[in-house]
């Protein structure tokens, strides 16, 4: 089975290494106890019943893994410094920070850092009024370095005098919403979430059309999608997922899905006949999308990442596209 690892990178600035306290050797081993094996997590299924003109779903609702504790760090003038940590608590190396500042005329000024292996950094910050333009750890996804964005641990992302220097860490989540706003105005789009998203599209038609296709769905009729994980990230469960959707609108975002690996199953309901599957999405990276690219019952989904530049992957974002998927009779 392929795990999760994370990988450094290169970039301008590189930080030197913390002095390994008891304390920081302590929270390691603990961080290290909590990872319990993929085939020995519980077992669970969560349901969701879609009404018709709800083209949305958000698996994971307002959920979001415990935020860990972090060393004490003095505020250093003119720097910003801070750790990033995974949600078991474990120091990630290698991930980007990016500060940059505006001082007059509109004109910015940038300068980043990469995590040591106790998951710490330093950035200079150029003069003027600063902010966080990059925030991200490469992660070896399907064999493949993707770049996820990082989530402020304070949950407050802004511009700041860059003079004073600031101290911000941060976590490296599986799912979660970002910007709470944000998700409250937006709730359908799937960058709101650090969590992955599948676009399921499908064909409706009215009872009695003459024009009526057979591999439409009738309005008002059912069919269900279920993901069961078979690989996880962060995981303390594996977690299905079973959504039952009304056929009206020819679109259902199912958002927020922890990242992992997952087979996805679709059937018509009442009566459970496997439905056809259809990937949409050109992907010129064959190792990410659903495989095979046409089924009829189930396949298997790796979500596809929009970037594996973390120099360039903005803070508190999802960095995922859809997995586009026609579904058919």
């Known amino acids: ?60 609702g307002n959920q979001r893994k415990p935020i860990p504790t972090f060393p004490s760090v003095a505020q250093k003038k003119g720097w910003a410094v801070g750790y990033v940590k995974d949600t078991y608590g474990k120091p990630v190396p290698g991930a980007v920070i990016g500060v940059r500042s505006s001082a007059y005329g509109g004109f910015t000024s940038g300068s980043s850092a ?3 292996e106790k998951g710490y950094y330093e950035v200079m910050i150029p003069w003027g009024v600063a902010d966080f333009y990059a925030g991200a750890a490469m992660v070896d996804y399907e064999g493949s370095p993707v770049s996820m964005s990082l989530f402020p641990a304070d949950s407050s992302l802004g511009s700041f005098p860059g003079p004073a220097g600031i101290v911000k860490n941060w976590v490296l ?76 609108y020819n679109s259902l975002n199912v958002l927020n899905i922890p990242v992992g690996k997952y087979k996805i199953e679709a059937r018509k309901l009442p009566g459970g006949e496997p439905l056809k599957l259809k990937s949409t999405f050109y992907n010129p990276r064959p190792e990410y999308g659903m495989k095979p690219s046409e089924a ?32 058919s009779q």
């Open 1 to 60: 089975m392929k795990k999760f690892i994370l990988t450094g990178i290169t970039a301008a600035v590189l930080v030197h290494a913390c002095s390994n306290t008891e304390t920081d050797v302590a929270a390691e081993t603990m961080a290290a106890s909590l990872q319990v094996p993929f085939d020995q997590l519980p077992v669970t299924n969560a349901v969701f019943v879609v009404d018709g003109t709800t083209n949305y779903v958000n698996v994971m």
């Open 173 to 248: 989540l599986p799912y979660g919403q970002c910007r709470r706003a944000s998700v409250a105005s937006q709730p359908h789009f799937s960058s709101n979430y650090f969590g992955a998203s599948i676009s399921i599209e499908y064909a409706s038609y009215d009872k009695g059309d003459f024009f009526a296709q057979p591999d439409q769905f009738e309005r008002n009729s059912e069919f269900e999608i279920k993901l069961i994980p078979q690989e996880l990230m962060h995981a303390t469960e594996k977690r299905s997922f079973t959504i039952r959707k009304t056929v009206y």
């Open 114 to 116: 990469v995590t040591n």
């Open 296 to 327: 009829t019952g189930s396949a298997m989904i790796t979500f596809i990442p929009k970037s594996s530049d973390a120099g360039t992957t903005i803070p508190y974002g999802g960095n995922w596209e859809d997995v586009r998927i026609l579904v």
